[in-house]
């Protein structure tokens, strides 16, 4: 049950809240006074900012009670904007949780050790955590490479639909990454650790006026493998979780997400972490840019087809670009103390040149006929990512 219903993720793997992991019981208390006679099982699986429960009906049925659902409590600084969570669910349908504000946890109501909390209710994301059966070795069989084939043509459907199909969307980027994606470039171009990402840095920030051809649509702030909820039968992606750093920004700003259906990180934490490609992954990648130039038919013009690659980019340089550290995100990364998040940022933005030969392809044959080599394909690590940019 547990794995089936774990849902929490984050940057880094951080030990729950520490000043709500002693409060579990009071917790449960809150959860029963909404949901009396409900089973309600601690996940375990939990992200640095919220701690998560599942409630699900109890051995006699109860038809008070929801039939399996997610309750989380999440500090006011880490709340969910509710506005965004609707957005979501309308734009990307089930593939975000329905999501609602619980109750705000006021001194009065439980006391001091609980003030300052919120908890929310939200629909249950069915499956397993991408991470949990991600493979971990460079030479996919036949049916690991058909697996993830189904997934990335998974992931183009769900980024399909937050193209704007009618009305107007949104004219500007106002969340708090956003808002400052110039001023966040050109802090990146001074202080990037090494002097080849401190010039993709500036030379991204000098086209950014091409992102004007995209729209304005929400993203998903956290597109990591333990957000990506998977079928563990059919490898059918089956939503994502964890939409608290949602926000509007270019179309196609979350691709950075799409790269780990094609690799993995080799022994992270390590002092030489190395994000590995599978064998395969360019026959993976060519499919689903042709999924999604399929859905979004506007993406086949080179000039929307350049744009979305910036898009893609300039989320790398953000989400990789700058450390976690408790939530700030205003710390760039450097070799001492974040040798993964650099690994991530010089493989995945190498990757953004396979991306555009892709995009510029217009072969017709299968993924299947040769195309790329599956047997010399070079596996692509940090240590090559600049003689392919």
């Excluded at 069915?126 to 030479?139: N, Q």
């Excluded at 049916?143 to 183009?156: C, M, P």
Aim: overall charge negative; charged content about 20%.
């Amino acid at each position: 049950m547990e794995d089936e219903v774990s849902q929490s993720g984050s940057k880094a793997v951080y030990p729950s809240c520490d000043d709500m992991a002693s409060q579990r019981e009071k917790c449960h208390v809150i959860i029963q006074e909404h949901f009396p006679g409900a089973d309600v099982t601690f996940l375990a699986h939990q992200g640095y900012c919220s701690y998560t429960f599942f409630v699900g009906p109890a051995a006699e049925p109860n038809n008070e009670v929801p039939p399996r659902v997610i309750v989380q409590f999440r500090k006011n600084t880490f709340d969910l904007n509710i506005n965004t969570a609707a957005e979501a669910k309308s734009t990307y349908d089930h593939y975000a949780p329905d999501t609602r504000l619980l109750l705000p946890l006021s001194h009065s109501w439980y006391g001091s050790s609980v003030a300052g909390f919120r908890a929310y209710q939200m629909e249950l994301v069915e499956g397993v955590p991408y991470k949990s059966i991600a493979p971990d070795h460079v030479d996919l069989s036949e049916a690991e490479f058909k697996n993830q084939v189904k997934l990335v043509e998974g992931f183009a459907n769900f980024i399909a639909r937050g193209w704007p199909s009618l009305g107007v969307p949104q004219s500007y980027c106002d969340g708090k990454v956003g808002s400052i994606i110039p001023e966040k470039l050109k802090e990146l171009g001074q202080k990037l650790p090494s002097t080849q990402l401190r010039a993709v840095a500036n030379s991204t920030s000098k086209s950014l006026d091409s992102l004007d051809l995209l729209p304005i649509v929400l993203n998903h702030g956290d597109v990591l493998p333990s957000n990506i909820m998977v079928d563990p039968v059919t490898f059918t992606l089956v939503g994502l979780v964890d939409w608290a750093e949602a926000e509007h920004l270019p179309f196609g700003t979350c691709l950075y997400g799409f790269e780990n259906f094609l690799g993995y990180m080799a022994v992270p934490g390590s002092k030489h972490p190395e994000f590995v490609y599978y064998n395969r992954a360019p026959e993976v990648r060519l499919h689903f840019w042709r999924r999604l130039r399929s859905l979004i038919p506007t993406l086949q013009s080179s000039d929307h087809r350049d744009a979305i690659i910036l898009a893609k980019k300039i989320g790398t340089l953000l989400w990789y670009g700058f450390a976690w550290d408790d939530g700030a995100i205003d710390r760039v990364v450097n070799e001492q103390d974040d040798a993964d998040e650099l690994v991530y940022l010089e493989a995945f933005l190498a990757a953004c040149s396979d991306d555009l030969r892709c995009m510029t392809s217009h072969r017709k044959d299968s993924l299947a006929s040769g195309f790329f080599s599956t047997t010399t394909q070079q596996v692509n690590t940090a240590s090559n990512w600049t003689s392919r940019f």
